[in-house]
């Protein structure tokens, strides 16, 4: 009866595990895909930042660049000018080895910062093809985060419209969490009631052999009643027959017991009788006696005597 309970209970844990298992996957894809739009957004407005950045570098080197080849031109046409006026120069002739001194460190100077130039000029030509590079990748990334903005809103929308779900998915939770917590209770219980039952069959089990060990000695006891009894009755018979043999020698006792009495009785009266005769023989003793101190009387015989004492005489015809 345990087992399909149980398992019932092992369902609903997995339920609820499962449940709070997809709840975390939602919530995590609702945190990746916030987390994503933004990062996206970020990375969008820092690649734009970027450009704008890198659009007024190449603006503000290409106004440099055509400041210097302005500066250049104008470097140029001073060397490139005619000479002096020739009242300057008819004053200043024995100045002109210094100025073919000038013009040609001016022309050297020149000369380097063409080099310069062209080697910056190559330079801005890298860059500027590093940053056409650059911005083709930033448009094209541009392109993948526009063509990836309908996916991210459908992907947010469609989260926004799983939010009523996981709002019912968390009060079924809430529900499952209960439940869960209940079933937890009755377990407890059931643990309980268990080792409650547990004790009791450990105390009926020790209260089963007490009375088996009890019954045993009744049986045991019964055995020697048993066997008491029946030695019992043969004391009883016993007895009784030395009650009944008894008995007979009472009333045999009593019988002789009577006829003592009547021998008693009897011998009471020969006594009676042999004191009467005593009394009668000193009675007769004493009027011998009497009589021999007094005068001679007649001769009395045996007979007339005995008759006298006892008297009694014999009938005469």
């Known amino acids: 009866m345990d087992e399909p309970r149980e398992d019932s209970w092992e369902s609903l844990d997995w339920e609820a595990a499962w449940a709070k298992q997809d709840d975390l996957d939602r919530d995590q894809v609702l945190q990746l895909a916030r987390r994503l739009a933004a990062q996206r957004e970020r990375q969008r407005t820092e690649d734009l930042v970027q450009l704008e950045d890198m659009k007024r570098a190449l603006r503000e080197r290409a106004a440099d660049v055509a400041r210097r080849e302005l500066e250049v031109e104008r470097r140029t046409r001073e060397l490139e000018e005619p000479e002096v006026p020739r009242r300057t120069l008819r004053f200043r002739r024995s100045e002109k080895p210094a100025v073919d001194e000038d013009r040609a460190y001016a022309e050297e100077l020149l000369a380097r910062r063409e080099a310069d130039l062209d080697e910056r000029a190559h330079a801005v030509e890298a860059r500027e093809r590093e940053l056409a590079e650059r911005e083709a990748g930033l448009l094209a ?40 917590r209940a079933v937890e209770e009755a377990e407890r219980e059931l643990a309980a009631a268990r080792e409650a039952l547990a004790a009791q069959k450990v105390e009926l089990d020790g209260r089963a052999q007490a009375l088996a060990h009890r019954e045993q000695d009744m049986e045991a006891r019964a055995q020697s009643a048993a066997a008491t009894e029946e030695h019992s009755s043969e004391v009883e018979r016993r007895v009784a027959a030395r009650e009944a043999e008894l008995t007979t ?43 021999t101190v007094a005068p001679a009387t007649a001769h009395v015989s045996f007979s007339e005597g005995l008759e006298s004492l006892t008297g009694w005489r014999p009938r005469r015809d």
């Open 141 to 180: 990334r541009q392109l993948e985060l526009e063509e990836s903005e309908p996916a991210i809103a459908a992907r947010l929308q469609r989260v926004e419209e799983l939010e009523p779900k996981l709002e019912g998915l968390d009060a079924k939770e809430q529900d499952l969490a209960e439940r869960g």
């Open 249 to 291: 020698r009472e009333h045999e006792l009593r019988g002789r017991e009577a006829e003592v009495l009547r021998l008693q009785a009897g011998l009471a009266a020969q006594q009676e009788g042999i004191r009467r005769r005593e009394r009668s023989v000193e009675d007769a003793e004493r009027a011998l006696a009497r009589e």
